[in-house]
């Protein structure tokens, strides 16, 4: 039988500040650029287990939603870690590493190649780097630094699960639980880090980074993340560019990224992005919406944990302000039941074993596709190509089988 996709209530609204046609400007570059990508990848493509994550068809999806062609980026695999994040976390502990051992021997060329083979493991073990996290950087912060040798220290605040801390922890982290929100555990981190002489591995800019703890991080972990968007444009067929990006945003570093490598690749041509995110903490919704960086308020939790935050990144404001043409919120019912029509597959799709933060871009696709006026806003159709990511698998065992019903085993085999 057919089946028909769920309307989800969503709220979508146009950004004032987008330059469609506007090149990739000198803004744009200073955060994110094609010699930054190539060594990124020259460094990660040097990681066991590396290997390209499979760009998926969803044909099902696409003829239920009367859409020319649904490609999706499937990050559940990454490493092992289940989502796209170790691309930025532990790249941004290996250039780091880089830096304390440039400062540590007096040579300003080390390879990444040094930090990896172990060539400075004495110095490399006194170093500890730190970041706060509700999840999914801390896993790769924490994967990172047990591939480099140094040691980790991870911050969660109060209602990160208890599946997603031991999963840090996996990685021989020592994690402390902060009491308050994800924003008290950031300050947290950058507090103990001054008084320790600990590294902090933030993945956005924001606190304590005025002293100069950590600014490199935040660049690095976002042009980490551009390995994945550079994978998508090798993968999709030669000269075949996408009409449109639905991308989740929690700061939004994951979507500047793909964003950004698709509007240095193909300049005008390139597709339109919209941002996603959960409705009670829509900080990209807000802010463009403002036309400037507006921070919400209140509690930003959300099921769709990855995305819950209430405070856009400056560096990401830099590519989404002008680069985005839309964003969208949603429900994190709408996330649940997208898990779950994932997990099934529409009309002999395969079955994807997508989470909760992994399913918002998917979830917006749905929601807009079967709204008369949205579609038309969108411009989404019979010949309309959507890249959607993603951005993780099972990351909470346990929470996936609640959701689905299933283990993600079940689903994948
Ligand atoms: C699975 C997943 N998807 C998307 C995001 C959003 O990434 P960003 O915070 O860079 O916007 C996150 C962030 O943790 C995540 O864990």
Request: hydrophobic letters at 45%; one cysteine or more.
């Amino acid at each position: 039988m057919p089946l028909s996709p769920p309307k989800f209530p969503f709220k979508l609204a146009f950004n004032s500040g987008a330059t469609s046609d506007a090149p990739y400007g000198t803004r744009q570059s200073a955060v994110l650029n094609a010699a930054g990508l190539a060594e990124a990848r020259r460094c990660i493509a040097a990681w066991p287990g590396y290997q390209p994550t499979p760009l998926v068809d969803l044909p099902g999806l696409a003829k239920t939603l009367t859409i020319g062609r649904i490609s999706y980026k499937d990050e559940a695999a990454r490493f092992g870690l289940r989502s796209f994040k170790p691309l930025g976390g532990a790249y941004a502990v290996e250039r780091c590493l880089m830096r304390v051992v440039a400062e540590k021997t007096g040579r300003r060329d080390i390879d990444p190649a040094e930090i990896l083979d172990g060539s400075h493991a004495a110095i490399v073990a006194q170093v500890t780097v730190t970041a706060a996290t509700d999840g999914n950087h801390g896993r790769s912060v924490a994967w990172g630094a047990r591939m480099f040798g140094c040691r980790c220290v991870i911050y969660i605040n109060e209602a990160v699960t208890e599946a997603r801390e031991h999963a840090i922890a996996a990685y021989g982290a020592e994690v402390r639980r902060n009491p308050g929100s994800y924003d008290d555990a950031v300050r947290e981190t950058f507090a103990v880090a001054r008084r320790e002489g600990w590294h902090v591995i933030p993945d956005t800019p924001g606190d304590g980074q005025e002293d100069g703890v950590a600014l490199d991080a935040p660049r690095e972990v976002t042009q980490g993340y551009a390995v994945l968007a550079a994978e998508a444009i090798e993968q999709l067929t030669e000269g075949v560019v996408p009409s449109h990006l639905f991308l989740q945003a929690g700061v939004g570093g994951m979507a500047a990224a793909v964003c950004a490598g698709f509007w240095e690749t193909f300049g005008a041509k390139r597709p339109k992005t919209i941002l996603v995110e959960p409705e009670q903490c829509a900080c990209w919704f807000a802010s463009l919406k403002d036309q400037r960086p507006t921070a919400i308020t209140g509690d930003t939790d959300s099921f769709m944990s990855g995305l819950a935050c209430g405070e856009v990144s400056q560096l990401a404001w830099e590519i989404l302000q002008p680069g985005a043409a839309a964003a969208m919120t949603l429900p994190d019912a709408a996330a649940k039941e997208t898990m779950c029509l994932l997990a099934d597959g529409i009309e002999g799709d395969p079955p994807l074993v997508a989470g909760e933060s992994g399913v918002a871009g998917v979830a917006a696709l749905i929601a807009a596709a079967q709204d008369e006026t949205a579609r038309s806003a969108l411009g989404l159709g019979p010949d309309s190509h959507v890249l959607v990511i993603g951005s993780e698998g099972a990351t909470d065992e346990a929470l996936y089988r609640e959701v689905v019903g299933r283990s993600w085993q079940e689903v994948a085999a």
